[in-house]
Each structure stands twice: as C-alpha cells, then as structure tokens.
C-alpha cells in the first residue's frame, strides 16, 4: 500500500490549481473523448462545475466568458471543442505587457517631493490677487515643513523663499516681502499632534484575573 502512495511533486503540474487537480483530471478527460459531440457535452458540464465553486461572481459580467478561457487553457488549448466566445489563444496569453513608463523627475531638492513642484507649476498659471498670494504662502509653508522633516533644525524663511524663487523659475519672489512664515515650533507641534499617542496613555483593563475575592 505505501508503494503506491502519491506525493504532489511527483503529480502533473496544476495549471490553475483554484480548481483543484479532480477538475483537471476532467478536463484531461474530455481531451481523450473521440467525437465533439462528446467533448462538447463534457466542456458544458466542467463549465458548470466550474461556476459551482465560485457563485459569487455568477452575477459578475463576462463570468462565463472568463470560464470558457479558463477551460481552454487548462486544457493546454488542446481541447477541440465549440465554445460561445472566442477561443483564447497561447500567443496571446504568453505576450508579456509593455514596460510602465514612470515619470523620470530628478528635483534638485528632493525633501521637498514632487508634489511642491507641480503646486509651484500651478501657482506660476494664477493671475496676481490674494488668492496667489494664499496660496503661494500656503506653499512656502509646506515647503518649510518638509525642509524640517528632513533637516530637524531650524531654518530661516530666506531660506525656503530662496528655493521657491529657484523652483518657480525666478516668477515667484517673496525674499522682500514683510509677511513671515510660520515659525518652526508651530509646525512640529502640528506634526507631533496628529501623530502618535500620547506617552503614558494606557488602555484600560477590564480583566477580573487579578481581582481579589472575598
């Protein structure tokens, strides 16, 4: 009895294993039947198997569309059999997608991220008013924030007016301007209080484990 025990690596490869290796052996079979009118019949009754062990997406558009390709390719596309849809093809199935381009930005200043870049881009396309003037500050702000999330010291508005003259192709000048910034004691404050818990919050035991009885 233990001479003919089974181990799964010396078993055929699963080709979809979701299915398990007893619909594949169906499937297997259905390849040997001699007439279509056989294979026909069976390729419908796996189809239906096949549904049966995954009711949720019954209703999903394209569900049966998705079944028949299924069958075809656990098949090795060697099942001749009529099918409603279009037979998959191995071709087109071992075509290997195109490369994602992904945008290629090196900032000079990296800290800052990319997202500053394109506020600076939108800001440079507004007409001169408060609303500008609100949002470039609004930048000039964020920029100051990340600057110290990556450098935990102090820095100097001229600084951060310095680099968004720079990003902003010299169109946005605020080195003259009366109004500051806000201080870097504000902003670290912000940062720590939408971070994590306080030290010393502890959350309540309500276990009886330790509770003396009398």
């Given at each position: 009895?233990?001479?003919?025990?089974?181990?799964?690596?010396?078993?055929?490869?699963?080709?979809?294993?979701?299915?398990?290796?007893?619909?594949?052996?169906?499937v297997?079979?259905?390849?040997?039947?001699?007439?279509?009118?056989?294979?026909?019949?069976?390729?419908?009754?796996?189809?239906?198997?096949?549904g049966?062990?995954?009711?949720?997406?019954?209703?999903?558009?394209?569900?049966?569309?998705?079944?028949?390709?299924?069958?075809?390719i656990?098949?090795n596309?060697?099942?001749?059999?009529?099918?409603?849809?279009?037979?998959?093809?191995?071709?087109?199935?071992?075509?290997r997608?195109?490369?994602?381009?992904?945008?290629?930005?090196?900032?000079?200043?990296?800290?800052?991220?990319?997202?500053?870049?394109?506020?600076?881009?939108?800001?440079?396309t507004?007409e001169?008013?408060?609303?500008?003037?609100?949002?470039?500050?609004?930048?000039?702000?964020?920029?100051?924030?990340?600057?110290?999330?990556?450098?935990?010291?102090?820095?100097?508005?001229?600084?951060?007016?310095?680099?968004?003259?720079?990003?902003?192709?010299?169109?946005?000048?605020?080195?003259?301007?009366?109004?500051?910034l806000?201080?870097?004691s504000?902003?670290?404050?912000?940062k720590?209080k939408?971070?994590?818990?306080?030290k010393?919050?502890?959350?309540?035991?309500?276990?009886?484990?330790?509770?003396?009885?009398?």
């Open positions: 009895m233990i001479d003919h025990l089974e181990y799964n690596s010396e078993r055929e490869h699963l080709i979809i294993p979701e299915y398990g290796r007893h619909l594949q052996k169906m297997n079979y259905a390849k040997t039947r001699e007439t279509k009118e056989e294979r026909n019949k069976l390729a419908k009754a796996i189809i239906s198997v096949m049966n062990l995954q009711p949720h997406l019954r209703d999903v558009p394209d569900f049966q569309h998705k079944l028949w390709d299924q069958l075809f656990m098949s596309f060697e099942l001749d059999a009529d099918s409603p849809y279009e037979k998959p093809s191995r071709e087109v199935l071992a075509e997608p195109e490369p994602l381009k992904y945008p290629q930005n090196h900032p000079k200043y990296r800290f800052y991220g990319n997202n500053i870049k394109t506020m600076i881009d939108v800001a440079n507004w001169d008013g408060e609303m500008k003037e609100a949002l470039v500050y609004t930048i000039a702000n964020h920029m100051k924030k990340c600057f110290l999330n990556w450098n935990k010291d102090t820095v100097e508005d001229e600084v951060i007016f310095e680099h968004l003259r720079e990003l902003s192709g010299g169109k946005i000048n605020l080195l003259n301007a009366d109004e500051d806000t201080d870097a504000s902003l670290l404050r912000s720590k939408y971070g994590s818990n306080k010393g919050h502890h959350k309540k035991n309500n276990s009886n484990r330790n509770r003396k009885r009398y």
